[in-house]
């Protein structure tokens, strides 16, 4: 099964961290933290943000850029930036290895400029109007775990309400009382 990884590169905003961390559990995707952070993880701000969900993540947090470069020297890195001349539909994930990289930038600043230069060809951008400048980076990380998976074919995950909560059928044996 490839292995969905989201890579962000010094967040700033807790809030979207949180619900950044809710997607990965819910899309069974790593997280990878590049610091320095806006916040700590035990920020309640976080921790409301991402429910209950916070130990059930997979995460791995690195001291710099250097260090997670270090640490996957052979990554197979996407980059998602506004100034990316492809959109999601142009990757072809079942080609890559078994581990797949999106990383996103700051809230503020994005990915730094020499990173998109010298990964053009990797750089992409969620289709907007020109109305925009950026959209939401939690909501940014939820399409492209959604589009990754579903190239995929969201092998893993649950096409229906697991039994380990309501179950499959609760909606259909529901009685109004």
């Known amino acids: 099964m490839k292995r969905i990884n989201i890579v962000l590169y010094e967040p700033e905003i807790a809030e979207n961290c949180g619900n950044i961390i809710r997607s990965c559990v819910g899309f069974n995707a790593k997280l990878h ?3 320095p952070l806006g ?3 035990y ?5 409301r943000s991402c429910v209950n969900y916070f130990d059930n993540l997979d ?3 690195y001291d710099d850029i250097n260090d997670f470069n270090s640490k996957h020297p052979n990554a197979s890195i996407y980059y998602l930036t506004r100034y990316g001349h492809k959109n999601p539909s142009e990757l072809n994930l079942k080609n890559e290895d078994d581990e797949v990289f999106f990383m996103f930038g700051r809230e503020s600043t994005g990915i730094p400029y020499d990173i998109l230069h010298n990964n053009l060809d990797r750089c992409f951008r969620i289709p907007t109007t020109d ?6 980076i939690s909501n940014c990380v939820a399409i492209v775990l959604y ?3 579903e190239e995929l074919g969201f092998e ?4 229906h309400e697991p039994d380990t909560l309501k179950g499959e059928y609760f909606i259909d044996n529901y009685k109004e009382e």
Request: hydrophobic letters at 40%; proline letters at 0%.
């Open 131 to 136: 109305k925009v400048r950026a959209l939401n």
């Open 43 to 47: 920020d309640k701000r976080v921790r």
């Open 33 to 35: 933290l590049i610091f």
């Open 147 to 149: 589009k990754a998976q």
């Open 39 to 41: 916040f700590n993880l």
């Open 156 to 159: 893993g995950l649950y096409t």
């Open 59 to 61: 995460y791995e947090t």
